[in-house]
């Protein structure tokens, strides 16, 4: 493109110095719209670094141990005799961090020894023999690991056995 011609005149016969600010005008667009681009693209690392933030704290890993399953069941009747007690969790148990104590009918505590049974050790079981019939609250507390610790209790009845 040849911006001035045999006289002194630029494209389309106007003067060179008219054609030279108008270059200069979009030169300066261009540049100015990169800034406010620029500028305005500025929030994005920071919104990055906050979304990352919050992904890594809702590791499921970080969540305390909740109580999925339980046998026997809250308010549940069950034999006399010897009772198998399981609490199924939904993460990995720390067995350290993991109690089971039973209270029966006299409201004597009972440590009971349970550790994780299953292979992928997010449930904990354990046989009891009950005799005395009445009601029976079992109390469990469990830590996962890399987590904190959560617990509860699962009250249930334990009746005689039928007589023969």
């Known amino acids: 493109m040849k911006l001035s011609g045999r006289d002194g005149a630029g494209i389309r016969g106007r003067p060179f110095f008219i054609l030279r600010g108008a270059i200069e005008h979009h030169l300066s667009v261009i540049f100015r719209r990169g800034r406010a681009m620029r500028n305005s693209f500025s929030f994005l690392p920071a919104c990055l670094a906050a979304v990352l933030l919050c992904a890594g704290l809702a590791r499921p890993a970080w969540a305390n141990p909740s109580l999925v399953h339980a046998t026997p069941a809250a308010r549940q009747s069950v034999g006399a005799g010897t009772v198998t007690i399981r609490l199924d969790f939904d993460s990995v148990l720390d067995p350290f961090h993991t109690r089971l104590v039973l209270l029966g009918p006299s409201g004597?505590?009972?440590l009971l020894l349970a550790s994780p049974k299953?292979?992928?050790?997010?449930?904990?079981?354990?046989?009891?023999?009950?005799?005395?019939?009445?009601?029976y609250v079992l109390q469990w507390r469990a830590g996962g690991k890399g987590s904190g610790v959560s617990h509860g209790?699962?009250?249930?009845?334990v009746v005689a056995a039928p007589q023969k």
């Open 153 to 157: 209790s699962v009250p249930f009845d």
């Open 108 to 110: 004597v505590p009972q």
């Open 118 to 135: 299953d292979d992928e050790q997010q449930a904990i079981s354990v046989d009891v023999p009950l005799s005395t019939p009445g009601a």
